[in-house]
């Protein structure tokens, strides 16, 4: 699953979110392509590459913060809180 989403992000999302379009559509797309790295944030965590999970969480995070979307930006967080609790990352769980 996690690679056919990055095939479709790197394929598809990406140029999108690099072409000239109103801030309307601009948020849009950021909201749509954070929650599919996200998603794919979540398969890397099932086959346990918390290294590769958490850079696609941040990535979202950073993509839900451009979408001004707030619920999900608080969504892309409690992914990280709980990797850093399932990896005994207490500190960092609280970082957040």
Do not use: M, W
Request: hydrophobic share 45%; proline share 1%.
């Amino acid at each position: 699953t996690r690679s056919r989403i990055v095939r479709f992000l790197n394929a598809e999302a990406a140029p999108l979110l690099r072409g000239g379009h109103s801030d309307a559509l601009g948020r849009s797309l950021h909201r749509a392509t954070a929650g599919l790295v996200a998603v794919a944030g979540i398969c890397a965590y099932d086959s346990d590459a918390h290294g590769l999970a958490q850079r696609y969480f941040h990535q979202a995070l950073r993509l839900a913060k451009s979408s001004g979307d707030r619920g999900l930006g608080g969504y892309v967080i409690a992914l990280l809180v709980t990797q850093s609790l399932f990896l005994g990352d207490y500190r960092r769980s609280i970082a957040f």
